[in-house]
C-alpha cells in the first residue's frame, strides 16, 4: 500500500496537477484574506474559508479526474489488479495521496490565522476549527470526486461529471429551499427517484427483470408509505436534498459553532465513497 | 502449481473462454497457441486475477484466486498483453514501485532492480523516461516487471511482440533460461516462438483447448508422416490400379481431372518412396506430370485444428461435449485440410479479447481546459 502510495505522491508533486492545486487553493485563499480580513479588517479567518470553498468545485476535479481514469486508460489498471495488493489498499493509497496533496495548502493555511493575530485579537478556535472544517469537506469531496473517476476511461468525462456533481451539492441547499413541502410533492419527488435507481440499476446491471423489478418495489414501498403514513412525506424531499448539500455543514463552522454532527458526516461522506469506488473497481474485472 | 477448472467467460450473449480446464506443473515452460481472438488473453486475465470468471475456478499453489487473491497473486509475476508501465517514471523508479509493492525491502530490493534490469538489458536505459523509449524496451521493462521477486509462476502474454529479431533471440534465451527455476506461461500466436522454448503446448482456439501435450509428442506423431500429391495422365481406373501396387502406402484418394488424373498418397513410414512411384507408373506407361511432396509439420497440425475449431464454433455452441481431440484424430483433419487446397482464407471469426469497453473519449488535455470560473462564495 505505501508503495502505490508514494508512487501517487511522486507523479502529483513531479506532475503539473499537486502544484497547480496547491498553487490555486493558496491564491484564492490568499485573495479571500487580503480583502476580508487585511483590508475589510475582520479579525475572523473563518469568512474567507467560507468564501474560499466554492474553489473546490474547480480544484477537486483537477486533483481527482485521472486517479483512476487514465489507470483505465493507460491499461495499468491490470498492474494494479495482478499485484499481491487488496483492491481495498489500492483505492485508499490512492485516496490518501490525494489528501495529502490537499493536506499541503490546508497546512499552510493554518499560519494564516497567526499572522494576523499579530495585527489584532483573533478566535483561533473558530479559525482552526473551520480550518479542520475545510479539511474535511475537502477530504469528502475528493473521495465523490475519485468514485466518478473509477466509472469512465476519460479524464475529461470524469472532471466534467465530476464538477457538475459538486455543483449540485454546492447549490443543493438553495434547491432544496425551492421544493414544495407538501406531502404531495414529496411524494411525487420519491416516485421519481425510484425510477431514477431503476434506471441506474439498468445501467449497472444490464438486466431489465432486475431493474424492473427493484423500481416496482421501491415504487410500491413508497405508495404504501405515503396511504398509510401520510405526514411521513412533509416535507421529506426538502430535507433528503439538504442531507445532500455538503458544503452547507462547513458554514456553521465559519459561524462559530463546533459541529460534531458535520464531522462524522464528512468522515461518513468520505468512508462511503471510498467504499464505493473499491466495489466500482471490483465490479469492472466482472465485465 | 496452477489448476484451472472449468473456466468459463461470457461477454453477453458472446462467450470469449468456453470450459477451459488444465493443470500446470513446476518448472517446465507453458506455450499458450492460438490465433489471434482465440481467448489466450482472457484465460491469462483470469489466472492473474485481473478478470473474474463467470463459471470456473483457478487454484495457484493452492491458494483460490478469488478467496486468498493476495496469497495467490505474490506466486505469481504477469506481463499483460499490453505492458502496465507508468510512463512519467523511468524503468528504474518503475522497478522500483513494483518491488516494494512485491513486498520486496532495502537490500533485496535493490539487489532484485539491478538483476532484472541486467537480465533485460535494460542499463542504458535505467534512467530515462519510460515515454521516451521505443516498443521494444517497453516491452523488456515490462519483462522486467514480472520477472522482478522471483515469483515461482512467470505469466507473459506475447512477450517478443514489438522486439526486433536480435531482441526476440534475446528473450527467448531468457525465458528459457528462467524456466530452468521457476514454471513459464507464456502465449503467443506465433508457432515458431512456442516449439523453439516451451516444453508443452496448449492449443486453444474459439475459446476451447483443441489440444494440449508436450512438444515430443506433438512432434513425434508427425515423424515420418508424409503426403504424395501427383497428377498423372491416364484414366482413373488405370491410375488407381498403379497406385493399388505400390508397397507402403497408407491411404490412397484418387480424383478425375480434364486432362489427367489427381492421386494422393498417404505415406506412413519414413522411407521416402518417390522413386519407386515413378518406377510403376513409368513400367505402366502412366506418365506423372506432376509431383509434389508434402511432410506433415507441426504448423499444419496447429492450423487443421484451430480452424475446424473456428467453423465448428457455431454448432458446437448446442453440443456441450468434450471436444478436446486426441493427436490421433489431428491427422484426419489434417488430411481434409490439404485435399481441400484452394481453401487457404481461414475463416474469420471475431472473437474479442477483452471486454467492449466505453470509447474513450478525446484524450484528455490541459487539465484546466474544461472550466469556466465560476465565482461565488458566501
Redesign the interface.
Known amino acids: 500500500m505505501?508503495?502505490?502510495y508514494?508512487?501517487e505522491l511522486?507523479?502529483y508533486f513531479?506532475?503539473?496537477?499537486a502544484p497547480?492545486f496547491v498553487a490555486f487553493l493558496l491564491l484564492m485563499t490568499g485573495i479571500?484574506m487580503t480583502v476580508y480580513n487585511l483590508m475589510g479588517g475582520y479579525p475572523g479567518f473563518e469568512a474567507a474559508l467560507?468564501?474560499?470553498?466554492?474553489v473546490f468545485?474547480?480544484a477537486v476535479?483537477?486533483l481527482t479526474?485521472?486517479s483512476l481514469?487514465?489507470e483505465?486508460?493507460?491499461?495499468?489498471?491490470?498492474?494494479l489488479?495482478?499485484?499481491?495488493?487488496?483492491l481495498t489498499s489500492v483505492v485508499l493509497a490512492k485516496y490518501l495521496a490525494m489528501v495529502t496533496v490537499l493536506a499541503v495548502p490546508t497546512g499552510v493555511m493554518c499560519v494564516y490565522p497567526l499572522i494576523l493575530n499579530r495585527y489584532g485579537t483573533i478566535g483561533f478556535a473558530s479559525a482552526y476549527g473551520s480550518i479542520l472544517a475545510f479539511f474535511l469537506l475537502g477530504c469528502a469531496l475528493i473521495a465523490v470526486g475519485m468514485f466518478i473517476s473509477s466509472l469512465?476511461?476519460?479524464?475529461?468525462?470524469a472532471?466534467?461529471v465530476s464538477?457538475g456533481v459538486l455543483?449540485l451539492t454546492?447549490l443543493m441547499a438553495g434547491l432544496a429551499g425551492m421544493i414544495p413541502e407538501s406531502t404531495g410533492a414529496s411524494f411525487a419527488g420519491f416516485l421519481v427517484i425510484a425510477v431514477l435507481i431503476g434506471v441506474v440499476v439498468q445501467v449497472m446491471v444490464?438486466n431489465s427483470t432486475v431493474s424492473m423489478g427493484v423500481t416496482a418495489v421501491l415504487v410500491a414501498i413508497v405508495s404504501v408509505l405515503y396511504f398509510i403514513k401520510e405526514d411521513l412525506f412533509t416535507g421529506a424531499l426538502p430535507d433528503l436534498l439538504e442531507a445532500l448539500a455538503l458544503f452547507d455543514r462547513l458554514?456553521s463552522f465559519?459561524n462559530g459553532i463546533f459541529d460534531l454532527t458535520a464531522i462524522v458526516y464528512y468522515l461518513t461522506v468520505a468512508a462511503l465513497f471510498v467504499y464505493l469506488t473499491v466495489q466500482s473497481m471490483d465490479k469492472k474485472?466482472?465485465? | 502449481m496452477i489448476e484451472v477448472k472449468h473456466l468459463v467467460k461470457r461477454y453477453g450473449d458472446f462467450e470469449a473462454v468456453r470450459d477451459v480446464s488444465f493443470t500446470v506443473e513446476k518448472g517446465r515452460i507453458y506455450g499458450f497457441l492460438g490465433p489471434n481472438g482465440a481467448g489466450k488473453s482472457t484465460t491469462m486475465n483470469i489466472i492473474t486475477g485481473c478478470l473474474a470468471a463467470t463459471e470456473g475456478e483457478v487454484t495457484i499453489n493452492g491458494y483460490d484466486i478469488y478467496e486468498d487473491p493476495v496469497e495467490a497473486k505474490s506466486c505469481i509475476g504477469y506481463l499483460p498483453e499490453l505492458p502496465p508501465l507508468y510512463t512519467d517514471m523511468s524503468p528504474e523508479e518503475y522497478l522500483y514501485f513494483v518491488g516494494r509493492a512485491k513486498g520486496l525491502k532495502g537490500k533485496a530490493l535493490d539487489d532484485g532492480v539491478d538483476r532484472v534490469i541486467a537480465k533485460t538489458s535494460l542499463t542504458p536505459m535505467r534512467s530515462r523516461l519510460i515515454k521516451n523509449l521505443s516498443k521494444g524496451y517497453r516491452q523488456r521493462v515490462g519483462i522486467a516487471q514480472a520477472i522482478l521477486g522471483d515469483p515461482e509462476i512467470i505469466i507473459l502474454d506475447e512477450p517478443t511482440v514489438g522486439l526486433d529479431p536480435l531482441q526476440i533471440i534475446e528473450i527467448r534465451d531468457l525465458i528459457r533460461e528462467l524456466g530452468k527455476d521457476h514454471t513459464v506461461i507464456l502465449s503467443s500466436h506465433i508457432l515458431t516462438e512456442i516449439s523453439a522454448v516451451c516444453d508443452y503446448v496448449i492449443i486453444i482456439a474459439a475459446g476451447k483447448i483443441v489440444a494440449s501435450d508436450t512438444i515430443e509428442n506433438l512432434t513425434k506423431l508427425n515423424e515420418g508422416k508424409s503426403y504424395i500429391d501427383m497428377d498423372v495422365r491416364g484414366s482413373e481406373d488405370a491410375v488407381k490400379a498403379a497406385a493399388g501396387t505400390l508397397e507402403g502406402v497408407g491411404g490412397i484418394e484418387v480424383q478425375a481431372g480434364e486432362n489427367s488424373t489427381h492421386l494422393r498418397l498417404e505415406v506412413p513410414g519414413k522411407e521416402d518412396i518417390r522413386d519407386h512411384v515413378f518406377f510403376t507408373f513409368a513400367e505402366r506407361r502412366l506418365p506423372i506430370i506432376a509431383m509434389q511432396y508434402e511432410e506433415v509439420t507441426l504448423e499444419k497440425v496447429f492450423l487443421a485444428l484451430t480452424e475446424s475449431q473456428k467453423r465448428n464454433r457455431a454448432e458446437e455452441a448446442e453440443t456441450p461435449e468434450d471436444t478436446r481431440i486426441r493427436a490421433e484424430d489431428i491427422f484426419g483433419q489434417i488430411g481434409e485440410r490439404q485435399a481441400a487446397e484452394q481453401e487457404t482464407s481461414a475463416p474469420e471469426t471475431p472473437a474479442e479479447e477483452t471486454a467492449p469497453a466505453e470509447k474513450p473519449a478525446a484524450e484528455a488535455g490541459n487539465d484546466n481546459d474544461d472550466y469556466k470560473p465560476l465565482f461565488g462564495g458566501n
Open positions: 505505501s508503495a502505490i508514494k508512487r511522486h507523479s513531479c506532475g503539473m496537477t497547480i479571500y467560507s468564501g474560499v470553498s466554492f468545485l474547480i476535479p483537477v479526474m485521472r481514469a487514465e483505465k486508460h493507460a491499461k495499468t489498471d491490470q498492474l489488479y495482478a499485484l499481491p495488493v487488496s469512465t476511461e476519460s479524464q475529461v468525462i472532471a466534467v464538477v455543483l454546492y444490464k458554514y465559519t474485472r466482472w465485465s
